[in-house]
């Protein structure tokens, strides 16, 4: 190659149009007039050899090139720029063919300056053109890249993240009026969360990578119009990418799957590494909003309601179970002492198999201890009972239905006694009498929605949204969302922004944040129409 004697010549330029935003005022798209003229040579040619030892040579060389071309930045769909002929340009050519060290026949080399020509008019005059980045327009994006497991930052304590504006969305042809976004931090990265019949759902892309004449371990099945993971052979090509057991495929390389047979034929054609979209049941995630002063929560949660002080019941399940449900009253310190007696006596003495009968007013007392300690050993399951259930009179024991324990006076065994005043007696702190130790809370993942604002060009948010970072946490999951009139939302663009390289770039700032901007990716494979 050949690059020629000097630069293009740009003879004339001149601002053709402007496009502004109407809202904010900045440009949109700049169309530049640039007459347009080259005669330095480029040169390229090729050296080919050929099957049974023949020989093969061709060198292209462009003398000239002239005439007026449109130079454009833009911002819609997203920032690039092109360049295009307005009309057919000027073009002369220097074709030379060789083969096996003898030149063709011109009738060869028209058609190859003929096949050029009609490219160029094809691809390169307008209305046509082709979208570029480099050099102006670099797609370097931290949120695309795979994430440091070497790196030194931990993720703990507070990541505060705030979002400013959302700018150029693809709305198409959807009947979208409102746009909202959600953010996330995660283990993962994911395209989308979603709720669905009450559950929420995970949109993933996965990534299998196998070598050439291996399985990729994982079987399918046909159920309900829908391809649903059967089993996945471990340490192979799909247990590598995470794919789980029950996951639903819902496309290949970006195009749908509809049945098992269109499948294989298309895991067939798929050579080496490709990507699949798969959705996800999961649970652990929590919806929500503080600009409506509400939190939805969208998973099953285990919710310990208020004790009341008249009330009191504990189950407890082991081989056999005791329910004790007593009214407090007030409790007195010899109570307290005869207990332990008892059970000093009892552990001087060889277990006895027998039944004891427990009178009343030790049953009473018993169940007041109860309630006076927070037994640590076992999680109790709490519940609430209206005041009306509790009687004054002697509480109810119930036990299993089995003969020995059908009489009615409601004997207990010694060793169950045993073991539940062992375990209150070892109890090294007490609480204040009526409180009752509450079941830890599950730790669940918090989804911020922002707040839903009409569509313009530039959507001004300045949302600020607050994560407690976990040493699993890797990415920040950001979901754009459009809201069209019957109240369906539709996932308009995501990006996974890597928390290891934020972190660092906020660590290595004087100002302690890190402010960029990141471009979305489409819901989908398929590139966005204007």
Request: proline residues 5%; glycine residues 4%.
């Amino acid at each position: 190659m050949n690059l020629g004697s000097q630069f293009p010549n740009v003879k004339s330029i001149g601002v053709e149009s402007v496009k502004l935003d109407k809202n904010e005022g900045h440009i949109d798209t700049l169309n530049l007039c640039i007459k347009l003229d080259y005669s330095g040579n480029f040169l390229i040619s090729v050296d080919a050899k050929m099957k049974f030892g023949k020989t093969a040579y061709l060198s292209i060389m462009v003398k000239q090139v002239s005439g007026l071309a449109r130079l454009q930045f833009t911002r819609l769909p997203y920032t690039h720029w092109s360049f295009s002929f307005y009309g057919e340009p000027e073009l002369e050519l220097a074709v030379e063919s060789h083969f096996q060290g003898r030149q063709l026949q011109s009738n060869v080399t028209n058609l190859i300056v003929n096949q050029i020509k009609k490219a160029i008019k094809r691809k390169h005059t307008l209305p046509n053109y082709k979208i570029r980045y480099k050099p102006f327009f670099i797609k370097a994006d931290p949120g695309q890249l795979d994430v440091l497991e070497d790196s030194e930052i931990i993720p703990q304590g507070k990541f505060d993240v705030m979002c400013m504006e959302v700018s150029r969305l693809s709305i198409g042809v959807n009947d979208i009026a409102q746009v909202y976004c959600t953010f996330a931090v995660d283990s993962i990265p994911w395209v989308c969360l979603y709720q669905k019949e009450n559950q929420f759902c995970m949109v993933l892309e996965l990534t299998i990578r196998k070598s050439l004449q291996q399985q990729i371990g994982v079987t399918f099945r046909f159920d309900q119009n829908q391809i649903i993971v059967d089993s996945v052979t471990p340490q192979m090509a799909a247990d590598r990418a995470s794919l789980k057991v029950g996951d639903i495929l819902l496309t290949v390389e970006g195009k749908s799957v509809t049945n098992i047979t269109h499948l294989n034929k298309m895991l067939k054609l798929t050579p080496g590494n490709f990507s699949i979209r798969v959705e996800r049941l999961c649970s652990g995630y929590q919806l929500k909003s503080r600009y409506f002063d509400k939190t939805e929560q969208k998973t099953p949660t285990s919710n310990v309601s208020s004790i009341n002080e008249g009330d009191f019941i504990q189950t407890e399940q082991e081989d056999s179970f005791i329910m004790i449900e007593a009214k407090p009253k007030s409790f007195d310190a010899s109570d307290l002492k005869t207990i332990r007696t008892a059970e000093k006596a009892k552990n001087d003495k060889a277990p006895l198999p027998k039944l004891i009968s427990t009178s009343n007013e030790n049953v009473s007392k018993f169940a007041q201890t109860i309630g006076n300690f927070s037994l640590r050993k076992r999680k109790p399951s709490i519940e609430r009972t209206p005041p009306e259930g509790s009687t004054k009179s002697t509480p109810n024991i119930s036990l299993p239905t089995t003969p020995q324990h059908s009489n009615p006076k409601h004997s207990t065994p010694v060793s169950l006694l045993s073991t539940k005043k062992q375990s209150i007696l070892e109890t090294s702190e007490c609480e204040k009498e009526g409180s009752v130790e509450s079941e830890p809370l599950v730790e669940y993942n918090e989804i911020h929605k922002g707040q839903t604002k009409d569509v313009v060009s530039v959507i001004s948010y300045k949302d600020e949204y607050q994560f407690n970072l976990k040493e699993t946490d890797k990415y920040l999951n950001v979901n754009v969302w459009g809201l069209t009139s019957e109240q369906k939302d539709i996932l308009l663009g995501y990006m996974n922004i890597s928390l290891g390289e934020v972190l660092n770039q906020c660590s290595n700032s004087m100002l302690g944040h890190y402010i960029r901007s990141f471009s979305f990716l489409p819901p989908t494979s398929t590139p966005p129409t204007r």
